[in-house]
């Protein structure tokens, strides 16, 4: 595809207009759990899935929670999307559409410690099993599937170690096999468009970079129209019947946040790929995917969309808990960020996820994937001033005797 043909999620979002019903250039809030029929076949079409347009009840779908979906499933270049009002909220109702009791996934090991928790712990209750790999090992991958496995399950960059995963090969795998690719791109929206390169579902936490504000939870489903259907329908949809509903008020808002994600996105990149180039520079064992030295570097610079950069999110080894925990205690004090889960704010986000965003994966398996104590995961924010940043940075680093220790 030549360039100016290629595919621009930015673009795909900002054809997307929907107005008001008096003409506002944002659409009305749907402000009802029900609505009413002229004709009760007409309800009764509804309920059989057989009408456009129409709405029954608002945990099926709302006209605000459709308009957000249309567009994000523009962005994610799917045939349709469902949101919910949680990450986690659209994560499980897709796992537990496509796998069912005796099934089994194989899922990467580094993953958002709340989805590892759900696969390794909550999904054996019904007998579902899963087989955690090294996601970025394509071998291991397929020789992971077993006859009973329904899905891959994997994120495109992974938390908290920003691994990348091979969405063609994964899918070229998954097709051999007949499963289904199921992806979670939440660090990177815009980025990616893993459905371009054979993602069956493509799944993001709302919450993060694509609402941006971290004022509410969130998340969605873009996926083909028949397993958007299959997650809504009344009788066995895993989204209709579990509930984990967005309320019209916030997928109102989110619609509009979505509006300005291109321009954040690539200050988020620009910022973090200018802290990992000088932090780098001085020696700080930095992780970031726009730098040469990732070791999936090309890969990434491969699948991406080029406008939106490497993305916001970069790790730091600080060697030890302790000195992870006293260096990010004097970067909140001196205002580069908070010290705080989530990630894709405007602020600068860090937390060390070993003890925090991925503690529910056990200390050895930790030390297998490389999860060291001393890791700090970074949402680089939106800072006007990033050299400013970088300097309060290192002089942390210096403070809490990074640079002394290298010496040794
Ligand atoms: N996926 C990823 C990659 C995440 O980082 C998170 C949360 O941190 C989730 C999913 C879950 O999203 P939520 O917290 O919106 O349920």
Do not use: W
């Not at 080894?317 to 205690?329: I, P, S, V, W």
Request: aromatic share 8%.
């Amino acid at each position: 595809m030549d360039k100016k043909n290629k595919f621009n999620p930015a673009q795909a979002i900002q054809d997307v207009q929907f107005f008001g019903e008096f003409g506002g250039v944002n659409p009305s809030i749907s402000d009802s759990a029900t609505y009413t029929f002229l004709k009760a076949k007409t309800m009764l079409d509804t309920f059989e899935g057989n009408t456009d347009g129409c709405y029954l009840y608002s945990r099926h779908t709302s006209p605000s929670n459709h308009y957000l979906a249309l567009a994000l499933s523009q962005m994610e270049n799917t045939e349709s999307a469902n949101v919910a009002a949680s990450g986690m909220g659209a994560i499980t109702p897709v796992i537990l559409q496509l796998a069912g009791a005796g099934d089994h996934i194989v899922s990467a090991r580094t993953i958002y410690g709340g989805t590892y928790a759900f696969l390794k712990n909550y999904l054996p209750k019904f007998n579902i099993n899963t087989s955690f790999v090294d996601i970025t090992d394509l071998e291991k991958v397929e020789a992971a599937i077993q006859p009973n496995t329904k899905l891959i399950y994997a994120e495109v960059l992974s938390n908290p170690l920003l691994e990348v995963a091979d969405i063609e090969g994964l899918s070229r795998i998954a097709k051999k096999h007949n499963i289904k690719l199921v992806v979670d791109n939440t660090f990177t929206p815009l980025i990616f468009t893993p459905a371009n390169s054979g993602a069956d579902v493509v799944i993001h936490s709302l919450t993060k970079f694509i609402n941006g504000m971290n004022d509410t939870v969130g998340g969605v489903i873009c996926s083909t129209n028949e397993f958007i259907n299959d997650l809504k329908n009344v009788n066995d949809g895993s989204s209709m019947l579990l509930g984990p509903v967005m309320d019209s008020l916030r997928s109102a808002q989110i619609l509009k946040n979505l509006r300005t994600l291109p321009i954040r996105m690539l200050k988020h990149s620009q910022n973090a790929q200018y802290l990992a180039e000088q932090l780098e520079k001085d020696g700080v064992k930095v992780k970031y995917p726009g730098l040469a030295s990732h070791p999936q570097h090309e890969l990434f610079t491969r699948m991406m969309n080029p406008e939106f950069g490497y993305g916001g999110m970069i790790t730091l080894d600080l060697q030890t808990g302790e000195k992870a925990t006293r260096f990010m205690e004097k970067l909140q004090e001196k205002g580069v960020g908070y010290l705080a889960v989530s990630l894709g704010f405007y602020k600068t986000l860090f937390n060390a996820p070993g003890k925090g965003t991925s503690s529910e994966v056990p200390p050895e398996e930790q030390e297998a994937m490389g999860l060291s104590e001393g890791l700090i995961r970074m949402s680089v924010g939106l800072d006007f001033d990033i050299e400013k940043t970088y300097q309060k940075i290192k002089q942390t680093l210096q403070e809490v005797g990074y640079f002394d220790k290298q010496m040794i």
